[in-house]
């Protein structure tokens, strides 16, 4: 590794909810640092969220990503002249990282209704254990089960 290791950054709470996971979702949904469409976009689908289920939408955005984040994940590795995908345990900040950018990736797939809507289906889809999302787990999942035999490579 060159250099040094970039510092943490202190994330505070969002506006409306003060959670650290809602402002760190929203600010992975902002694009070209216009925030307020993110946070219109977020609480929009919050907002549906509420509607549809009469429940309080954080829990079931913190189910929806306890539902999609991955426990293990493979790497590849060189060893010897091969190539190996090693599986590794994926550590908790990485594990929300990842849930979040699969959750906004399967909602972005998703065509013809606004990012809200789109966000808020996908969102309850996960929370249920389904949806898109949640087969993207599932598939890294299977890929670290099946290359278990490498994990002696792994340091």
């Known amino acids: 590794m060159r250099g040094k290791q970039a ?4 994330i505070e709470g969002d506006i409306r909810y003060n959670d650290t996971d809602i402002a760190k979702f929203i600010n992975y949904i902002m694009k070209d640092g216009k925030k307020t469409i993110a946070q ?5 689908a919050f907002d549906i969220i509420k509607e549809k289920t009469k429940q309080d939408p954080r829990h079931i955005f913190n189910k929806a990503l306890k539902r999609i984040s991955p426990l293990l994940e493979v790497r590849g590795r060189r060893v010897g002249g091969a190539n190996y ?9 990485r594990r929300f990282t990842m849930g979040c950018r699969w959750l906004i990736e399967a909602a972005k797939d998703k065509k013809g209704k606004p990012m809200s809507d789109r966000l808020a289906s ?22 670290a089960e099946s290359n278990r035999a490498f994990a002696h490579f792994a340091r």
Request: charged share 35%; proline share 2%.
């Open 85 to 93: 995908q090693i599986p590794y345990q994926v550590r908790g900040d």
């Open 40 to 44: 219109k976009v977020v609480y929009g």
């Open 7 to 10: 510092i943490k950054r202190k």
């Open 122 to 143: 996908e969102i309850l889809a996960a929370s249920e254990g389904e949806g898109a999302a949640v087969r993207k787990k599932e598939t890294v999942q299977k890929m």
